[in-house]
């Protein structure tokens, strides 16, 4: 018995395993396809072609210094106006306090630092920061800023956005975060998040970052007002900016938890079911970027490892605390034990590679 | 091994039956999706694009048991606090509950095997549901409890499942198979039927023209090979009476049990219970129907599980105790709008049935 697919998915297929690009067209028919095993084989062929059977993962910390934000987006549960109830802004001490907690891990190497928009911080305050946690632990990796914190320290500070980063690269930054992408519309974005980077600006933070040779990740946040449609231009115009530098090194697809947030009040969170399809068919359209990371906190760590057979190859890292989502209604852990992510890569046959954030790796566990 | 793969994925994709060996080699291959591909075009070779689902309701019983399973955290000692049995008049204002559900048609009575509680006991509750509902099914009684009564009454399987069916029980539930492996069971159920006793109740059950489920619990003390004994058992039976209507995969909740903690046992996740699904059905290639029991799976599990070979949500349950006892995480209440919006969320049609699959 033949495998009851239409034409269009025949074609599809025929295209994706001779590595040929896919178009807008089909990315839709892809998301709107039942077919949810064929799907996913196909986008765990790719995987397998693009990066073989190591999943990534890091022993990490986050650090979030501050939830005092002046962007006030509202799918977000973490960011407060300055008095509110909870809101709260690092010291640098506070800071060295918990990277020394989490360097009880002797495994940990590295920080993902990334904050609200702090209304009276200055970008040197920032600075100040990173060059701080770099002199004091020059072992460890910095990965910090998204594309929305870094075209904020350009507004704030009067500067242009190659020079904020180039002061940033000095101070010890090695890669920038994926987050803030959200979906890459005008029209959503005036929706949601008005107050931050527009799409072009963030699409040239990553640009310039690439180009003075910083990596960098991308992200989508899904599963509210945002159509298909939408969702595929996304994906399309990562793709071309790819295509330009080659500075991603990681799609990381968000879903969005309505929990605590503004915009929740009329959405259900997204089903496995949507989440799987969107990290398979992410993986057949970015066919430039090697790695898709199923991002366990907000996928759940059941949901993550299926995903890792629907063309993911990084299940992010143990975090160490985890806040921003958690205030979103995260029903996940907020950190996960290194020997948990090593036991749910081997258990579905695969290798788990500590890394660093620029995918070196540190450790192969076979 | 390579040999016994190979033809094994070339059976498995053109719908023949697989062996022991390879049913092993399968699961070993680690192909999830490979067997979810297979798994869902044997579904739709049975069940097309419907998805069955059912408006019930359970109650259980009693939670005071004889058996004291170390895998069950429901069950407990007479004399625990914990303890309760619902006489005849709690059944009336449960059954008045029950009475505002719209479009009910059938009960799960399912309990422990209580020390005193007799047979006539559960003949007046079956009595009074039939009673209150004449048009609602009554599906009721696992083999462990028709291996209780046959005990206490001193009569036969037939004599009892018969008895029961005179008095309105429609069809039996699934539970009570475990592994059917007597080492396994020493360990996770010494007390209770053996798998030789639980086949043999279905296959009386099924002489009388009685529909029964099948079920599988895994994920505890038991070997892979193990598991597919087990469902090769229950396809040798099948092909024998053909008087299974679903098969249930059960995962093994460790949580409060003496088991759980006793073996430091981890809980399956969605990927291996996935797996398992999808490798059932391939095995079990004479059921028509396997239910995505969405109560232990979580409901986003139980919606993939739809694309993995499951064709049945089960139903809307009401309050159920035995599971959430061992930490399962699922709501206990499901309205039928939600099972219908995840259904059709991945392309199949919502198909509400009655206990036989009409």
């Given amino acids: 018995m033949k495998m009851q697919i239409s034409n269009d998915l025949r074609k599809i297929k025929k295209k994706i395993l001779n590595g040929e690009r896919l178009t807008r067209d089909e990315g839709i028919t892809l998301f709107n396809c039942n077919e949810f095993a064929w799907l996913g084989s196909l986008a765990d062929e790719v995987r397998k072609r693009m990066s073989d059977d190591l999943v990534y993962y890091n022993v990490n910390c986050h650090v979030n210094l501050t939830n005092i934000c002046t962007a006030r987006c509202k799918f977000c549960a973490f960011g407060r106006d300055e008095k509110s109830d909870g809101a709260y802004a690092m010291t640098i001490e506070q800071v060295i306090n918990l990277i020394n907690d989490a360097l009880k891990d002797p495994n940990m190497s590295g920080l993902h630092i990334v904050s609200g928009l702090h209304p009276t911080w200055k970008f040197e305050d920032y600075l100040e920061i990173i060059k701080t946690i770099h002199?004091?632990?020059?072992?460890?990796?910095?990965?910090?800023?998204?594309?929305?914190?870094?075209?904020?320290?350009?507004?704030?500070?009067?500067?242009?956005?190659e020079n904020i980063l180039t002061e940033l690269i000095d101070a010890g930054l090695q890669a920038i975060a994926g987050g803030g992408a959200e979906i890459l519309s005008d029209r959503v974005r005036n929706l949601l998040c008005p107050k931050k980077a527009t799409a072009e600006e963030w699409l040239n933070v990553a640009r310039t970052a690439h180009n003075l040779g910083l990596k960098t990740n991308a992200s989508m946040l899904y599963g509210h007002i945002e159509t298909i449609e939408e969702r595929v231009d996304h994906l399309i115009k990562l793709r071309e900016l790819q295509d330009e530098t080659g500075g991603f090194q990681t799609f990381i697809p968000f879903p969005f938890l309505p929990k605590n947030t503004e915009l929740g009040k009329n959405f259900k969170q997204t089903s496995m079911w949507d989440d799987l399809r969107t990290i398979a068919v992410s993986r057949l359209m970015l066919d430039n970027i090697k790695n898709i990371k199923a991002y366990w906190v907000m996928l759940t760590v059941p949901v993550a490892q299926v995903a890792l057979n629907f063309g993911a190859n990084d299940i992010d890292g143990t975090i160490h605390k985890e806040t921003i989502l958690h205030d979103a209604g995260a029903s996940s852990p907020t950190n996960l034990a290194e020997d948990e992510i090593i036991k749910i890569i081997h258990e579905i046959g695969r290798v788990p590679a500590a890394c660093d954030c620029n995918y070196n790796i540190l450790r192969i566990i076979e | 091994m390579k040999n016994i793969l190979q033809t094994a994925r070339k059976k498995?994709?053109?719908?023949?039956?697989?062996?022991?060996?390879?049913?092993?080699?399968?699961?070993?291959?680690?192909?999830?999706?490979?067997?979810?591909?297979?798994?869902?075009?044997?579904?739709?070779?049975?069940?097309g694009k419907k998805i069955f689902y059912i408006v019930n309701r359970?109650?259980?019983?009693?939670n005071i048991c004889s058996s004291n399973c170390p895998l069950c955290a429901f069950q407990c000692q007479s004399g625990d606090n914990r303890g309760y049995t619902l006489e005849l008049d709690e059944i009336d204002n449960i059954l008045q509950d029950f009475s505002k559900v719209e479009n009910l048609s059938e009960i799960h009575v399912v309990s422990a095997i209580h020390p005193e509680k007799n047979f006539s006991y559960y003949l007046d509750v079956i009595k009074k549901i039939k009673n209150f509902f004449p048009s609602v099914s009554i599906n009721a009684f696992t083999p462990a409890e028709i291996f209780n009564f046959a005990k206490t009454e001193k009569k036969s399987f037939a004599e009892i499942l018969t008895t029961l069916k005179n008095f309105g029980v429609d069809t039996l539930p699934g539970g009570g198979a475990e592994i059917f492996s007597p080492r396994v069971r020493e360990i996770i159920c010494p007390k209770k039927l053996s798998g030789g006793d639980w086949l043999e109740i279905m296959e009386t059950a099924h002489k009388i023209g009685m529909k029964t489920n099948a079920s599988i619990l895994y994920g505890h003390v038991e070997t892979v090979e193990e598991r597919i004994e087990h469902l090769i058992k229950l396809r040798e039976l099948q092909d024998k009476?053909?008087?299974?209507?679903?098969?249930?995969?059960?995962?093994?909740?460790?949580?409060?049990?003496?088991?759980?903690?006793?073996?430091?046992?981890?809980?399956?996740?969605?990927?291996?219970?996935?797996?398992?699904?999808?490798?059932?059905?391939?095995?079990?290639?004479?059921?028509?129907?396997?239910?995505?029991?969405?109560?232990?799976?979580?409901?986003?599990?139980?919606?993939?599980?739809?694309?993995?070979?499951?064709?049945?949500?089960?139903?809307t349950i009401g309050e159920e105790k035995i599971i959430h006892a061992a930490g399962a995480k699922g709501d206990s209440v499901m309205t039928v709008g939600t099972l219908r919006e995840i259904i059709s969320e991945v392309g199949y049609i919502p198909t509400m049935r009655n206990s036989f699959y009409n």
């Fill in chain 2, 58 to 62: 359970h109650i259980n019983l009693t």
């Fill in chain 1, 135 to 161: 002199e004091k632990f020059p072992e460890l990796y910095i990965k910090g800023f998204t594309g929305v914190e870094i075209t904020h320290f350009a507004k704030i500070s009067g500067r242009s956005v």
């Fill in chain 2, 241 to 315: 009476t053909n008087g299974f209507q679903a098969m249930l995969l059960f995962p093994f909740f460790p949580k409060n049990t003496e088991l759980g903690e006793k073996f430091n046992i981890r809980q399956v996740g969605a990927w291996e219970n996935l797996k398992m699904l999808a490798l059932s059905r391939i095995v079990l290639d004479n059921f028509d129907h396997f239910k995505a029991f969405w109560v232990m799976l979580t409901l986003p599990v139980a919606q993939l599980a739809l694309s993995f070979g499951a064709d049945d949500l089960d139903g």
């Fill in chain 2, 12 to 47: 498995a994709e053109n719908l023949e039956r697989i062996n022991f060996d390879e049913a092993l080699a399968l699961y070993k291959e680690n192909d999830l999706l490979l067997l979810g591909r297979t798994a869902r075009k044997i579904k739709e070779s049975k069940s």
